[in-house]
């Protein structure tokens, strides 16, 4: 049918991270996202986890070498690459699992239900910045760099805004088309 539903997930468990365990996850997103390469062996070696490229890997779910912020799709290169880690190194993602910090299996478990979700619905958010957003607020950045941060991605937003409407100007039957296929019932 095409009557309106109430879906409730359950993500499973949940629990309260420390101070100290959130500003290092939010200080290992930002060094993902900002491709800080340095910051994040860092960060990595304070966890014990010697591949910092796998972490981030994992923590994007994406192949972290071949990363974008504002990518919105893999390509077929990236999806080979996905395919590899996980079938030639997913021992190593056990051990970098066992490392961290049990509550960072949460965190992980609720990224891939937020990746999925995001993903059923047409990938609406580019979720990376988003998380980045919220995460640079919490980080150790100094102040100038967390303001200069969120100023430079609040322009990538607005600029991906502004590209959207002038393709809606330009080719409005491009939008028609995916609005159509955007109705329910």
């Given at each position: 049918t095409h009557k309106p539903?109430?879906?409730?997930?359950d993500h499973g468990l949940y629990v309260e991270l420390?101070?100290?365990?959130?500003?290092?996850?939010a200080n290992l997103w930002c060094a993902i996202v900002e491709r800080d390469d340095e910051r994040l062996i860092?960060?990595?070696?304070?966890?014990?986890?010697?591949?910092?490229?796998?972490?981030a890997s994992v923590f994007l779910q994406y192949p972290?070498?071949?990363?974008?912020?504002?990518?919105?799709?893999?390509?077929?290169?990236?999806?080979?690459?996905?395919?590899y880690q996980a079938r030639e190194?997913?021992?190593?993602?056990?051990?970098?699992?066992?490392?961290?910090?049990?509550?960072?299996?949460?965190?992980?478990?609720?990224?891939?239900?937020?990746?999925?979700?995001?993903?059923?619905?047409?990938?609406?958010?580019?979720?990376?910045?988003?998380?980045?957003?919220?995460?640079?607020r919490d980080s150790t950045l100094p102040f100038y760099r967390v303001w200069w941060s969120l100023a430079r991605l609040h322009y990538q937003e607005w600029m991906s805004d502004l590209?959207?409407?002038?393709l809606k100007w330009?080719?409005?039957e491009m939008f028609e088309v995916v609005d159509d296929m955007l109705k329910i019932g």
């Open positions: 539903q109430l879906v409730i997930l420390s101070d100290e365990k959130r500003v290092k996850l860092e960060i990595c070696k304070s966890m014990n986890v010697a591949n910092y490229n796998l972490l972290y070498k071949n990363f974008s912020t504002f990518q919105a799709t893999a390509t077929s290169g990236d999806l080979e690459l996905m395919r190194e997913m021992h190593n993602v056990t051990e970098i699992l066992d490392l961290m910090p049990p509550e960072y299996a949460l965190v992980l478990r609720n990224l891939v239900t937020v990746r999925a979700t995001n993903k059923e619905v047409g990938n609406p958010v580019c979720r990376t910045a988003l998380l980045y957003k919220y995460a640079i590209q959207m409407a002038y330009w080719r409005p």
